[in-house]
C-alpha cells in the first residue's frame, strides 16, 4: 500500500464509507442503536456505499448487516477477505501458503499456546486444543470444526492462525512473532487476548484500496472510520477518516491512539459514529445530533500521520 497523505478537503467527494464493527458502530454491549442505524440509512439513501471493515468472520457480520440493511460485501477477518456475510460467497481471500501456516504453529508451539485456523466459513482447532485450552469468546460451537491435526489443514488455503496470549505477555509475544515472521506475513491484533498471523501486507486499508479501486474510485472519493489500532492503515488511506475514542469502560490496549485519522469523534457509548458521519457529510438530512450541541463532546480537527509501510503499524499497535 502507497503511502498515503492528507487530501485537501476541497477535493474530496465521498462515495464510499467503510466503518469498523466493535468500538464504532456497535455500542459497548455490541448493539447497533436506533439512532446509528439511521444515520446510516441516511447515508445510503444519499448514494453513498456503506461497507462494513471488520475483523469479525463473515458469519458473525450477518446479523449486524441485516440490521443495518447492507446486504451487500463487506471487508471481514481484519482485510483477508472481501465477502458476503449473507450468501457466504467469497469474492476474493487472502490465503495463507502452507508453509507459512506450518511455521505459524511452530511458533505457537513454542510460545505453549493453543493456536486457531481461521477459514471464510469455520474455525479449526485440534482436540487436544480444545480439551486443554478454552475457546476464545469471538469462536462459537457452530462455526467451530474439530480435528486431530491442524497441521492436515495448513494447505487448505486458511486465512489466519490465531495465537491466543494473556495480555501479560501479549506486547514480548507480538514483538518475537513480528521478528519471526519480518518479510514473510503480517501479525495483526485489535486487542491483547491473542494476535493473527496473516498473509503480507494484509490490513484493513489494503482491503479497502482494493474495494475502492473495484468500484472506480480513489481514496478522495472514500472516508473511513474506526477505533482501533487494526484500523490505522484504513484510516490513513482513506481521503477523510475519523478515529473514535475508546468507549470509559473499554479494555486499554497499547496502540489503541489512532493518529492517521483527519478528526476524532465521542465514543461509541456516546453514538459517535452519527459524528464521524456528519464531519463526513455536512448538512446532510437525517445526521442531526440526538443531543443539543451544549451536551455533546465536539469532533476535534487534526492533522493526519503519513500511514506507515504495509502490515507495519497494525503489527505494532492491533
Known amino acids: 500500500m502507497a503511502v498515503a497523505r492528507p487530501?485537501?478537503?476541497?477535493?474530496?467527494?465521498?462515495?464510499?464509507?467503510?466503518?469498523?464493527?466493535?468500538g464504532t458502530l456497535l455500542d459497548p454491549t455490541g448493539s447497533v442503536r436506533p439512532a446509528v442505524?439511521?444515520?446510516?440509512?441516511?447515508?445510503?439513501?444519499?448514494?453513498?456505499?456503506?461497507?462494513?471493515?471488520?475483523?469479525?468472520s463473515g458469519w458473525a457480520v450477518a446479523e449486524v448487516a441485516r440490521t443495518l440493511g447492507l446486504p451487500g460485501r463487506h471487508i471481514v477477518m481484519n482485510g483477508g477477505a472481501y465477502m458476503s456475510p449473507l450468501?457466504?460467497?467469497?469474492?476474493?481471500?487472502?490465503?495463507?501458503?502452507?508453509?507459512?501456516?506450518?511455521?505459524?504453529?511452530?511458533?505457537?508451539?513454542?510460545?505453549?499456546?493453543?493456536?486457531?485456523?481461521?477459514?471464510?466459513?469455520?474455525h479449526v482447532c485440534a482436540r487436544a486444543g480444545r480439551r486443554s485450552a478454552a475457546m476464545p469468546?469471538?469462536?462459537?460451537?457452530?462455526?467451530?470444526?474439530?480435528?486431530?491435526?491442524?497441521?492436515?489443514?495448513?494447505?487448505?488455503?486458511?486465512?489466519?492462525?490465531?495465537?491466543?496470549?494473556?495480555?501479560?505477555?501479549?506486547?514480548?509475544?507480538?514483538?518475537?512473532?513480528?521478528?519471526?515472521f519480518e518479510g514473510?506475513?503480517?501479525?495483526?491484533?485489535?486487542?491483547?487476548?491473542?494476535?493473527?498471523?496473516?498473509?503480507?501486507?494484509?490490513?484493513?486499508?489494503?482491503?479497502l484500496r482494493a474495494v475502492a479501486a473495484s468500484m472506480g474510485l480513489t481514496r478522495a472519493d472514500v472516508a473511513a472510520m474506526g477505533d482501533g489500532p487494526n484500523d490505522r492503515e484504513m484510516l490513513a488511506w482513506a481521503g477523510?477518516?475519523?478515529?473514535?475514542?475508546?468507549?470509559?469502560?473499554?479494555?486499554?490496549?497499547?496502540?489503541?491512539?489512532?493518529?492517521?485519522?483527519?478528526?476524532v469523534a465521542p465514543s461509541c457509548a456516546r453514538d459517535g459514529a452519527i459524528d464521524a458521519l456528519r464531519s463526513f457529510f455536512p448538512g446532510l438530512d437525517g445526521l442531526e445530533?440526538?443531543?443539543?450541541?451544549?451536551?455533546?463532546?465536539?469532533v476535534e480537527a487534526r492533522s493526519r500521520v503519513p500511514a506507515?509501510?504495509?502490515?507495519?503499524?497494525?503489527?505494532?499497535?492491533?
Open 7 to 22: 487530501l485537501p478537503v476541497g477535493q474530496l467527494e465521498t462515495r464510499l464509507v467503510a466503518c469498523d464493527l466493535d
Open 37 to 56: 442505524r439511521a444515520a446510516v440509512a441516511a447515508v445510503r439513501a444519499a448514494g453513498v456505499r456503506v461497507v462494513i471493515a471488520t475483523g469479525r
Open 87 to 122: 450468501t457466504g460467497r467469497v469474492t476474493w481471500a487472502r490465503r495463507l501458503t502452507g508453509e507459512t501456516v506450518r511455521d505459524a504453529l511452530a511458533f505457537a508451539r513454542g510460545l505453549g499456546a493453543v493456536p486457531l485456523l481461521g477459514f471464510t466459513d469455520t
Open 137 to 180: 469468546e469471538f469462536v462459537t460451537d457452530t462455526h467451530l470444526r474439530i480435528v486431530e491435526s491442524l497441521a492436515d489443514y495448513a494447505d487448505r488455503g486458511p486465512v489466519r492462525v490465531y495465537v491466543p496470549t494473556l495480555a501479560s505477555e501479549h506486547a514480548r509475544a507480538v514483538a518475537e512473532a513480528r521478528e519471526w
Open 184 to 207: 514473510r506475513a503480517s501479525i495483526v491484533y485489535g486487542d491483547e487476548t491473542g494476535f493473527e498471523v496473516m498473509a503480507l501486507g494484509t490490513n484493513k486499508g489494503e482491503a
Open 240 to 263: 477523510r477518516s475519523a478515529a473514535l475514542v475508546p468507549a470509559p469502560e473499554a479494555p486499554v490496549v497499547r496502540g489503541r491512539v489512532l493518529a492517521e485519522a483527519t478528526v
Open 289 to 298: 445530533p440526538r443531543l443539543r450541541s451544549a451536551e455533546r463532546p465536539r
Open 308 to 318: 506507515r509501510r504495509p502490515g507495519v503499524a497494525n503489527e505494532s499497535a492491533a
